[in-house]
């Protein structure tokens, strides 16, 4: 089985400081992570993808993400926040291993707000 | 880059009507997949499919099915719609076989039914 939590449903920063979304997961086998933007009644755009290569994954609009198995956890990271980086954010994993298509397990999503 | 390209932005119908929605991908893709999202629930997985005319139920297949009779399209359709069908549909395709590749969605169908 697996699982993603997302440990916080709504974080706020100024625009210019760091921005941190936080990700825990749990799965039986090695896991592929995905961080995915939603702007409103848009569709999911990918930022990132963890397929077990470098552990530190660089995405677009300079967002990062470090796998940490130690923690199992796949944290979202940008150094400066800018308005535009006003979405909901979902972090998800996929399967790998066995007979599984890649099912997709999605976090329950993290609303960012960015304050002038 | 992908294109994932649904039919509808926004539909209204009415409950009863037998309703389509229509997704087209043109990266060749083998897996296409139907989601549905909904306010606390996230996105739950409806059906999906790996190849041409095969089709495989997600999680919450019921009230649904799909077609897919050429590999760039993938259609679902609701038989008989009820109001608990409203929600924001995405599609979804993937390359491959396994997991390691990302799905790529479309910007999603925003569906009342009355």
């Known amino acids: 089985a697996q699982s993603v939590t997302q440990l916080d449903s709504h974080v706020s920063v100024s625009e210019g400081t760091p921005v941190l979304l936080r990700c825990n997961y749990s799965?039986?086998?090695?896991?592929?992570l995905f961080w995915y933007v939603q702007h409103p009644n848009k569709g999911l755009q990918l930022l990132l993808k963890y397929t077990s290569a470098a552990t530190l994954v660089k995405g677009i609009n300079g967002f990062e993400a470090e796998f940490k198995k130690s923690e199992t956890s796949f944290h979202l990271t940008k150094p400066s926040a800018h308005m535009s980086d006003a979405a909901e954010y979902f972090c998800?994993?996929?399967?790998?291993?066995?007979?599984?298509?890649?099912?997709?397990?999605f976090g329950q999503g993290t609303i960012l707000t960015v304050h002038p | 880059d992908v294109k994932v390209t649904q039919s509808s932005r926004y539909l209204v119908k009415r409950t009863g009507e037998k309703v389509f929605l229509e997704c087209v991908q043109d990266?060749?893709?083998?897996?296409m997949f139907w989601y549905r999202q909904d306010p606390g629930l996230g996105l739950r997985l409806i059906y999906f499919s790996y190849d041409v005319k095969m089709k495989e139920k997600g999680d919450i297949p019921e009230g649904y099915s799909v077609s897919r009779e050429k590999k760039e399209r993938f259609s679902l359709i609701l038989e008989s719609a009820s109001t608990n069908q409203t929600s924001m549909y995405l599609c979804?395709?993937?390359?491959?076989?396994?997991?390691?590749?990302?799905?790529?969605f479309g910007d999603g169908t925003r569906l009342s039914i009355l």
């Open positions: 990266m060749d893709h083998e897996n």
């Open positions: 799965s039986s086998y090695s896991p592929s």
């Open positions: 998800v994993v996929s399967l790998t291993g066995g007979t599984s298509y890649g099912k997709l397990t």
């Open positions: 979804a395709s993937r390359s491959g076989t396994g997991s390691i590749q990302p799905q790529h």
